[in-house]
């Protein structure tokens, strides 16, 4: 991947990250939605540093290893969003489905990236 590429995704990465953050701000401040909120923070703005941590890596394994737990959190992060949506936590509904949109476009991306990466490995 280019420098130029990596940094897109970086700065695509942090983007989310920042409209996840408005999309728990937007949740109702009860027992439900406080739950919500503190796991979808967690998993949400954890693929950027994560992402981050992974153009760092000295090992090709180190690197796969990484990019794993960015699609894992991203794989949270829908499930998440999906269950905000469903529970009619942001209303309308509607409102979640660019970043959901989002979510699924990154987690393409990275699953693209580890069956590239795991290629290389062998």
């Not at 280019?2 to 027992?31: G, Y």
């Not at 939605?33 to 540093?49: D, E, K, M, Y």
């Not at 949270?76 to 469903?86: C, D, F, Q």
Request: net charge positive.
């Amino acid at each position: 991947m280019s420098k130029d590429r990596n940094f897109d995704l970086e700065e695509r990465l942090i983007t989310f990250a920042v409209r996840i953050l408005r999309v728990t701000d937007a949740l109702p401040r009860t027992v439900t939605g406080n739950h919500v909120r503190g796991q979808l923070v967690r998993s949400g703005t954890s693929p950027a540093p994560n992402h981050g941590e992974a153009q760092s890596a000295e090992l090709r394994m180190d690197f796969v290893h990484k990019v794993k737990i960015v699609l894992k959190e991203l794989r949270e992060t829908k499930v998440w969003l999906l269950i905000i949506a469903r529970a009619g936590l942001i209303k309308p509904e509607t409102k979640l489905d660019p970043v959901i949109r989002e979510t699924d476009e990154l987690i393409s991306i990275f699953v693209k990236s580890v069956q590239t990466a795991a290629k290389v490995q062998r």
